[in-house]
């Protein structure tokens, strides 16, 4: 039962972002490339089960961290790949690791603020909970035009209770795991930010 539990999505990607907040506590305050990419690809599939809405972010979001896990074989830590790349006067180009570390950044937070918005929401609709953490994160930096499509597309969301049987969940322990997601993104996200702002590089664009 216990490894049953351990592959559950939600606990798998509790548990690694746990590790990583552990990472940005320690004294050396330091997030390693290798397991923050692997964190970060733990939530890949719950944006599968979000459905249409989100299956834009869905395949940037898998792209980018799988560009960021290629990074993790030649870079250490997450302050040296932006050193790099400002050193490389790249950081704004398509395709470099910074930028897709913002956009990666952009995806674990739209989760948390998810997961907020489905524990203090009351009934089976997601459709609240999903369109505040769409408007909060991602709307400010998309266009018109995917922003119409994602506003059709929250209307074949799953309901709580389909996307849980897709997770292989019960509410209780979803509850559990989603609170601990958002406690440990919470000070990972914060790290990338201060990571961005320290070296004036913003995280508006």
Not at 45 to 52: A, D
Request: aromatic share 8%.
């Amino acid at each position: 039962m216990a490894n049953a539990e351990s592959d559950k999505t939600l606990r798998k990607i509790a548990d690694a972002f746990k590790e990583l907040a552990a990472s940005v506590n320690s004294q050396t305050a330091d997030i390693e490339v290798a397991p923050f990419s692997r964190a970060c690809s733990f939530v890949s599939p719950l944006f599968g089960c979000l459905g249409i809405a989100f299956k834009f972010a869905e395949m940037d979001y898998v792209a980018k961290v799988g560009d960021l896990a290629q990074a993790s074989k030649s870079i250490a830590t997450l302050n040296a790949m932006l050193d790099r790349d400002i050193e490389g006067n790249c950081v704004r180009k398509a395709g470099s690791h910074t930028r897709n570390l913002l956009r990666v950044k952009r995806g674990i937070d739209m989760v948390r603020v998810l997961f907020e918005q489905i524990l203090a929401t009351e009934g089976d609709s997601l459709k609240d909970p999903a369109s505040k953490a769409y408007a909060q994160v991602f709307a400010p930096h998309h266009g018109w035009v995917i922003r119409k499509a994602v506003a059709a597309g929250m209307y074949a969301l799953p309901t709580k209770a389909q996307l849980m049987k897709k997770l292989n969940e019960d509410e209780a322990s979803a509850r559990i795991q989603m609170q601990n997601y958002v406690a440990a993104s919470g000070p990972v996200i914060l790290y990338i930010n201060k990571l961005f702002v320290s070296r004036e590089l913003g995280i508006d664009w």
